[in-house]
């Protein structure tokens, strides 16, 4: 990360998008809409070993969609995103035997 931040966690986002591309849970694959979507939240934590950012999004009528961010969501006309730093802990992410995804594991500095 930038700034030499090691650890944050976003705490809003406003703004639209020119295209999502956004991943479930029980896919590996990710899905992909361009119909001019409003950032309607955006969560999830940053470090420098991974994120797990999660999306939510409203198209023009009002159709919401939601899921774990991938790249390619570019900004449309703005996009304000706010993180807030964590400086007591590393956000280490370790793979789980159970479900073989990288989980989260935060360790005290």
């Not at 020119?18 to 992909?32: F, K, M, N, S």
């Not at 070993?49 to 703005?78: K, N």
Request: glycine residues 12%.
């Amino acid at each position: 990360m930038s700034f030499g931040i090691e650890a944050a966690a976003v705490t809003s986002a406003v703004g639209s998008l020119t295209q999502v591309h956004l991943r479930y849970a029980d896919r590996a694959d990710g899905v992909v809409t361009t119909t001019d979507p409003e950032v309607i939240s955006l969560s999830g934590t940053l470090s420098i070993h991974g994120m797990h950012l999660h999306l939510s999004v409203a198209d023009r009528y009002g159709r919401q969609l939601g899921g774990h961010l991938l790249d390619g969501c570019p900004g449309r006309t703005t996009l304000e995103l706010t993180i807030q730093e964590i400086l007591w802990v590393r956000m280490v992410r370790v793979k789980d035997g159970t479900t073989g995804n990288e989980e989260l594991e935060p360790q005290a500095n």
